[in-house]
C-alpha cells in the first residue's frame, strides 16, 4: 500500500465514519492525484478554479470535485459543469451566480455558507446576522439549481487547541440555531471545518467534512 493510501487510511480510522475526509489536492501534481485515485479514494478539494478545471480534463470523470478556496464570481462558470460541492460562498451575489451557472448545465449545485468564525482578519466568510438575512431572503426559494446543505468554518491558525475547539464549536451551534430557517432549497446537514493540524478536533466537535493535505501528502 502506498504512503498516500496508508495515510488516508489511517485518517479515515481516526475520524468517525460520519465524518467525510476531503484530500486537499492543491499544488500537487496530476501523477499524485492519479495514485491517490488508484487507491480507490474518490473526493479532492481545490482552492484555485483553474487548477481545478485543469485537472478536471486529465483524470477520471468519477472524482467528486470539491472547490475550497474563495471564489470568484466570474469564475463560477467553469466549474459549474462538474464541481459537487462549493463550500465557500460568502455573499448572496455569489450565490446567484452559481444558481444561474448551474442552471445552463442543469444540475442543482449543492454550497456551503462560509462563516467567519476565527480571531484572524484575513479569512473570508458570513457573519451570524449575513448568514441569516441570505436564509431567510425572500428571493432564495427561487434559487432552485442551488442547494444551501451546511456551514463551512476555518479556524484561526494558532497552537491553542482550545482556541480551535471553542472556534468549531461556534459553529456547530450555529448550524443548530439556523435549521429553523426553512426553504425548499435549504437543508443544514453537513459541517466542513477542520484541516490537516485540527481534523480531529474538529471531527470531536461535530464536522461532517474534514479538509486535510499536508497529513496525506506531506509538507510542501
Known amino acids: 500500500m502506498s504512503s498516500i493510501a496508508q495515510n488516508i487510511r489511517n485518517i479515515e480510522l481516526e475520524i468517525k465514519e460520519n465524518v467525510k475526509l476531503v484530500a486537499v489536492t ?25 487548477e481545478m478545471t485543469e485537472k478536471y480534463n486529465l483524470l477520471p470523470k468519477d472524482i467528486e470535485w470539491h472547490l475550497i478556496g474563495h471564489l470568484q464570481s466570474n469564475k463560477v462558470k467553469y466549474i459549474a ?18 444558481n444561474k451557472e448551474a442552471l445552463k448545465n442543469d444540475r442543482v449545485i449543492p454550497c456551503l455558507l462560509q462563516i467567519f468564525i476565527a480571531m484572524e482578519e484575513t479569512k473570508f466568510g458570513l457573519s451570524e446576522q449575513e448568514a441569516i438575512a441570505i436564509l431567510t ?22 497552537d491553542d487547541a482550545d482556541q480551535v475547539r471553542k472556534e468549531f464549536r461556534s459553529l456547530k451551534n450555529l448550524s443548530y440555531s439556523l435549521k429553523k430557517y426553512d426553504a425548499s432549497n435549504v437543508e443544514l446537514t453537513e459541517i466542513s471545518m477542520g484541516m490537516s493540524g485540527d481534523y480531529l478536533i ?5 464536522s461532517t467534512l474534514v479538509r486535510v493535505g499536508s497529513a496525506i501528502f506531506g509538507s510542501r
Not at 26 to 50: A, C, H, I, M, W
Request: aromatic share 8%.
Open 137 to 158: 431572503s425572500e428571493e432564495l426559494p427561487a434559487l432552485s439549481n442551488i442547494k444551501i446543505v451546511g456551514l463551512m468554518g476555518m479556524a484561526s491558525n494558532t
Open 81 to 98: 459543469p462538474f464541481v459537487s460541492m462549493i463550500h465557500s460562498v460568502d455573499s448572496y451575489k455569489l450565490l446567484k451566480e452559481i
Open 202 to 206: 474538529a471531527a470531536e466537535e461535530g
Open 26 to 50: 492543491k499544488t500537487k501534481p496530476v501523477p499524485v492525484l492519479q495514485e491517490t485515485y488508484d487507491s480507490g479514494f474518490r473526493r479532492f478539494g481545490e482552492n484555485k478554479v483553474q
